[in-house]
C-alpha cells in the first residue's frame, strides 16, 4: 500500500529495485550474485537524493543534515575466484533509508 500523503519529507530520497550481478560483502570482497530468472534476487534500494544537504522543513536553528542508513541483507553468491565451489549465503550492506539527523539538541 501506498504509505505517501499529501506533504513532503524532511529528506527525499530514490528507490529502486535492483538484482545485483556484482556486490561487495562485509569482508570487502567482490563475489557474483546469483541472479537468474528461476532464482532472482531482487532487493529494495533507497539512497539518499541529496545526502548531506541540510533538511528541509526544519528551523535554522537546528543543525540537521540527511544521512544515508543501511540495512543489511543475505544473499546467494560464488567466489569469482573459485566458481566450481558450491553457492553460500554471504551478507551485504545495502541503502535502505534517508533520515534527517539533528545533532546536540538541546532545549532552551
Known sequence: HHLRREGHF???STVEY???GWAQNLRGEWVAI?????FPQTMRVETCSYGGKRCEYLPPCYKSS???RYSYVRLLCVD????TL???VDVFQIPAACSCFVEDFTYY
Open 10 to 12: 524532511v529528506c527525499e
Open 18 to 20: 535492483v538484482r545485483p
Open 34 to 38: 546469483l541472479n537468474t530468472d528461476k
Open 66 to 68: 540527511c544521512v544515508q
Open 80 to 83: 569469482p575466484y573459485h566458481p
Open 86 to 88: 558450491k553457492p553460500v
